[in-house]
């Protein structure tokens, strides 16, 4: 029997590192701004020698009796690594990463989610584009697409994690779903995201981030991947 939207539930990854504190933002705002009847799990992820370990448990304390919260304490070399670590933890049908910086600004933004995947076949691969107030072109690009978990089971990975030193999921995500034909794009705005390049938000993390990026190099592996991504894409059909 087809299962029902509120069954759907949502996988919320997050990767963080000494980030505590917008840690307690983001997941306040999270909770404050779901909906009680369609389920979410947030599964986090911490370096094995994480510096605020102390202050994320006593926030995850403070919230899990509103909200399903898992931790693992895991080191990866690349963000990608830990994304497809949580991805393989996830139990619902449907699949968010996000920052650990968020705001989540809309009202019951997990049971629109819900709704917008309930307008196709569950069983088949598909993605979801949220809008930020940051990306000016809706119809290019979403910092956070969501996934159906018949997407992650075609392609057995949630982020190219053997491609790139940094994020680019997103990127890959989108590219498939114009490749495919498998996305819709919503107009409502689900998260609005601080400006990195303020002085007064750069952070340990921010810092140790721009460190290890290799734009350039990560670039030209994009452009040279672009069979992959059609391959791929053709998997999603």
């Given amino acids: 029997s087809k299962k029902i939207i509120s069954d759907f539930g949502i996988s919320i990854l997050i990767p963080?590192?000494?980030?505590?504190?917008?840690?307690?933002?983001?997941?306040?705002?999270l909770v404050d701004n779901k909906s009680n009847f369609f389920k979410v799990e947030v599964l986090?992820?911490?370096?094995e020698d994480e510096n605020e370990l102390d202050s994320y448990k006593t926030v995850i304390n403070k919230y899990i009796s509103s909200v399903e919260i898992f931790y693992f304490n895991k080191n990866f070399e690349k963000n990608s690594e830990r994304i497809n670590f949580l991805?393989?933890?996830?139990?619902?049908d449907i699949i968010l990463l996000i920052n650990d910086d968020?705001?989540?600004?809309l009202k019951n933004w997990n049971k629109i989610i819900c709704h917008e995947f309930s307008k196709i076949n569950m069983d088949k691969p598909f993605s979801l584009w949220?809008?930020?107030d940051d990306v000016k072109y809706k119809y290019f690009h979403s910092n956070f697409p969501v996934i159906n978990r018949a997407w992650h089971n075609v392609l057995n990975y949630h982020s190219p994690s053997k491609y790139f030193n940094h994020w680019w999921s997103d990127n890959w995500i989108c590219d498939l779903g114009k490749k495919s034909g498998?996305?819709?794009?919503?107009?409502?705005?689900?998260?609005?995201?601080f400006n990195k390049f303020q002085k007064n938000q750069l952070d340990s993390l921010y810092v140790e981030n721009e460190r290890?990026?290799?734009g350039e190099k990560d670039y030209q592996n994009w452009i040279k991947l672009?069979?992959?991504r059609k391959e791929d894409a053709k998997k999603l059909l």
Avoid: G, P, W
């Fill in 87 to 92: 991805a393989t933890k996830s139990k619902y």
């Fill in 182 to 193: 498998k996305f819709l794009i919503t107009n409502q705005i689900f998260f609005t995201h």
């Fill in 130 to 132: 949220l809008r930020t």
């Fill in 44 to 47: 986090v992820l911490f370096d």
């Fill in 212 to 214: 290890k990026r290799d």
């Fill in 16 to 29: 963080t590192k000494n980030r505590s504190k917008k840690f307690e933002n983001m997941l306040k705002s």
């Fill in 226 to 228: 672009d069979n992959v």
């Fill in 102 to 105: 968020l705001n989540f600004c």
